[in-house]
């Protein structure tokens, strides 16, 4: 049973917090994912972490943190991540989500 917070929520344009939170959450496994799988297939032709972090002027052991796991990388660290393993200029694209309602 919805609330009244909830009800008006929902008419108000507002988005309710819990779904800002599952999505910010999916989008960062997103971009982690993005992330590892291109350093992946760099990996595959003998690219390494120690190649990744002197790229980007980084210790070994802060790509190793990276990599690890989804984690709130900012914007910048992203773009250098993919620009230093692909040597290509990132790129987007976004496509409509289902709602999950």
Do not use: C
Not at 23 to 42: A, G, M, P, S
Not at 63 to 81: E, F, G, H, K, Y
Not at 90 to 96: A, D, E, K
């Amino acid at each position: 049973m919805s609330t009244y917070r909830q009800h008006q929520e929902r008419h108000d344009g507002q988005i309710p917090l819990r779904r800002l939170a599952f999505f910010r959450n999916r989008f960062r496994e997103h971009i982690f994912d993005l992330v590892l799988t291109e350093f992946k297939k760099q990996a595959q032709r003998g690219f390494s972490k120690r190649d990744l972090a002197r790229r980007i002027n980084r210790g070994p052991e802060q790509i190793t943190r990276w990599l690890a796991a989804p984690s709130n990388l900012t914007l910048d660290t992203v773009s250098d991540l993919l620009l230093a393993i692909s040597e290509a200029e990132p790129t987007v694209s976004l496509r409509r989500l289902n709602r999950l309602d």
